[in-house]
């Protein structure tokens, strides 16, 4: 991929990522609000099982966004250093089909469905 439409395409994902992580914090702080004013008895509340698993929903998109961002900086880190676009496993060319679907990717096709590491 050429340097430049890799940067674009990072740049893209991260933004992308942020939106949602952001969107994601804000809903959380309103399930967050909506449970103060609630009862805290979830046990007895009809609600407060529903925003304890929308809570965790949201907590857990907040993560992997994070997650998912810190990928993108480690790409464009890679990208900078001429590394990007070679498996970290194997040192092979990542396919260029890959890298636009997963423009973050650390691994080539071959790598990851061995399961040899678990990122991208």
Known sequence: MDPD??????????????????????????????GADASS?????????TLAFERGQLV????RS????AEVDAALQRLDAQTYGRCENCGADIAQ???????????????ASKGSNRRW
């Open 5 to 34: 439409q890799a940067r674009a395409a990072l740049a893209d994902e991260r933004a992308q990522t942020l939106a949602l992580l952001t969107t994601m914090a804000a809903r959380l702080t309103s399930v967050v609000d909506a």
């Open 41 to 49: 008895d979830d046990e007895h509340d009809p609600e407060g099982s």
């Open 60 to 63: 857990a998109q907040i993560e």
């Open 66 to 69: 994070k997650v998912r961002i």
């Open 97 to 111: 089909a890959r890298l636009e679907a997963l423009p973050a990717a650390r691994l080539c096709i071959a790598c």
